[in-house]
């Protein structure tokens, strides 16, 4: 039973710790779009003109529609900032998008080279009230983007030279051979545990994320000697993400009696 538990946890730490990406996208109106995700984040990377607002809502058919009320979407233009007027509701065709009350998006880089404005956004992978929620996995997404004449929100013009509509595409990036190949520098024993477990090697770990099987953190432990408590979690299946004082990530999964 133990056995199989262990194959099935480790099947889970596959699908926990997988990392997928739509990769760089060119798109008609000379911007760039790639979304990525891992077991508990999306991150957004958009690119653009550095006069001009860019904007990507995830709706429509991959050809046509988006816009439409209620629809989510995310847009950098002159009133935002590091985490305001990021994310907005569409109020339909030909209607100014409004501003969520809640703002789930944080900018974490904002650069401008040659012209070219890049900016790299994250948020949870569920977000908040009426955002799209995104999967941490390989799958297809419709959105439809655009641009304005300056950075002030206002209506885009027709042509696709300001608007037009793509699929991304994620595909993984990072498998559970990848995952455990880092795990040869660190080994947690005993395997199930109830009260405590050992690391091998810890001098060298510096901190331990503990993470349910559903993605949700636990705590962060400062690792002090060569063992921690795990006393206090309730009985199942926990994945380590343990920072390494030479900066590195190992990956290591626990099943808690």
């Known amino acids: 039973m133990k056995k199989n538990l262990l194959t099935f946890s480790i099947a889970l730490a596959n699908l926990a710790w997988a990392q997928f990406t739509t990769g760089t996208v060119t798109l008609s ?4 779009v790639k979304l990525d995700t891992s077991a508990t984040l999306a991150t957004l990377t958009l690119t653009g003109p550095d006069t001009s607002y860019l904007g990507v809502g995830f709706g429509g058919t ?11 979407g995310f847009i950098y233009n002159a009133n935002s900032t590091t985490n305001t007027n990021l ?19 944080t900018i974490t880089s904002n650069t401008v080279a040659s012209g070219t404005r890049t900016i790299v956004a994250t948020r949870s992978l569920s977000g908040g009230t009426g955002d799209t ?25 027709a042509g696709t030279g300001n608007r037009g509509y793509a699929v991304l595409t994620k595909a993984g990036t990072l498998g ?16 199930p545990a109830k009260e405590t477990v050992y690391f091998e090697n810890a ?3 510096k901190s331990v994320d503990i993470y349910e099987s559903t ?28 920072t390494l004082k030479d900066g590195s990530t190992a990956y290591q999964q626990l099943i808690k009696e």
């Open 203 to 205: 001098d060298k770990i």
């Open 215 to 242: 993605g949700r953190k636990v705590k962060t432990v400062k690792v002090d000697g060569e063992n921690i408590s795990v006393s206090d979690l309730k009985s199942g299946n926990y994945y380590f993400e343990i």
């Open 133 to 157: 929620a995104f999967i941490n996995a390989a799958g297809s997404m419709n959105i439809f983007f655009a641009k304005g004449s300056s950075t002030t929100l206002a209506y885009h013009g």
């Open 87 to 105: 994310d907005y509701t569409f109020a339909g065709i030909g209607n100014t998008p409004n501003a969520d009350a809640v703002q789930d998006w």
């Open 176 to 191: 559970v051979n990848d995952v455990f190949a880092e795990n040869k520098k660190i080994r947690l024993y005993p395997n």
């Open 29 to 32: 109106t000379g911007m760039t």
């Open 62 to 72: 991959g050809t046509s529609g988006g816009m439409g009320t209620g629809v989510d």
